[in-house]
């Protein structure tokens, strides 16, 4: 697909100073970390495993509090896991969008609230569907319908492919680059892989090492200085 002209946007949707976090074992994860997102768009991070990506989302999301450095969040924020079993509780895809939504809203206004974000996604009809019986794909298609439902405007999205098969990855990609470039209110997400295949997808890209993430390039310019990096599991 062609790549558009990275975008120049006065009003950040993220910025991230100096950040830096050590574990209570003494290792440290960030260190000096600044980058920020200028605005709406698919924005990646590519790193290889114990870059610190993983922990990087993490403190954006409030579920760490960082060490050192300053954090600015304009925009409420939603975490989409790698594993979406990780995430989905109630035993049907509209109960578990229930958990997500805001407060205050009356009972029709929650059903219709559930219903589009189940369209959204492209899962139209599945609000008693239940969840034991999606695929990976249908789940973490889900996982993100809750995001949406929560009303959040910027979407960190922890390799939220590394466990499907190929068309799944492909339709996760098309619906986040879809929500990040749609005409009416278009989403930030910020999505880290190892998967350089998948750089083709966003706004820019930047490198994660050593707990320092560089220069947002394109994703042409930075693949062809990579090679391909090892999965990653679980972070410290």
């Known amino acids: 697909m062609?790549?558009?002209?990275?975008?120049?946007?006065?009003?950040?949707?993220?910025?991230?100073?100096?950040?830096?976090?050590?574990?209570?074992?003494?290792?440290?994860?960030?260190?000096?970390?600044?980058?920020?997102?200028?605005?709406?768009?698919?924005?990646m991070l590519v790193g290889g495993n114990g870059s610190g990506k993983s922990t990087l989302l993490r403190l954006i999301a409030g579920l760490l509090e960082p060490s050192r450095g300053r954090l600015q969040r304009p925009l409420k924020s939603a975490l989409v896991f790698q594993n979406p079993d990780h995430q989905l509780l109630l035993p049907s895809c509209?109960?578990?969008?229930?958990?997500?939504?805001?407060?205050?809203?009356?009972?029709?206004?929650?059903?219709?609230?559930?219903?589009?974000?189940?369209?959204?996604?492209?899962?139209?009809?599945?609000?008693q569907r239940p969840i034991h019986t999606l695929s990976g794909g249908q789940k973490q298609r889900l996982a993100i319908a809750g995001a949406l439902a929560s009303q959040a405007r910027l979407l960190l999205l922890d390799e939220p492919?590394?466990?499907?098969?190929?068309?799944?990855?492909?339709?996760?990609?098309?619906?986040?680059?879809a929500l990040c470039t749609r005409t009416q209110e278009p989403?930030?997400?910020?999505?880290?892989?190892?998967?350089?295949?998948?750089?083709?997808?966003?706004?820019?890209?930047?490198?994660?090492?050593?707990?320092s993430v560089g220069p947002w390039q394109r994703a042409?310019?930075?693949?062809?200085?990579?090679?391909?990096?090892?999965?990653?599991?679980?972070?410290r």
Do not use: K, Y
């Open 2 to 43: 062609t790549e558009a002209p990275l975008p120049e946007r006065p009003q950040a949707s993220l910025v991230v100073e100096q950040l830096g976090f050590t574990w209570p074992s003494g290792h440290t994860a960030l260190n000096h970390c600044s980058f920020s997102i200028p605005g709406p768009g698919l924005w």
């Open 94 to 127: 509209g109960s578990d969008i229930q958990l997500s939504l805001p407060a205050g809203l009356n009972t029709q206004q929650r059903r219709t609230a559930v219903e589009d974000a189940l369209a959204s996604v492209g899962l139209s009809g599945f609000r």
């Open 161 to 177: 492919t590394a466990l499907l098969d190929e068309t799944s990855q492909r339709e996760v990609l098309e619906l986040i680059h």
């Open 187 to 211: 989403l930030t997400a910020l999505w880290i892989t190892h998967r350089l295949e998948e750089l083709e997808w966003c706004a820019a890209a930047a490198l994660v090492e050593r707990g």
């Open 220 to 235: 042409s310019t930075l693949r062809s200085r990579l090679n391909p990096l090892r999965p990653g599991r679980a972070e």
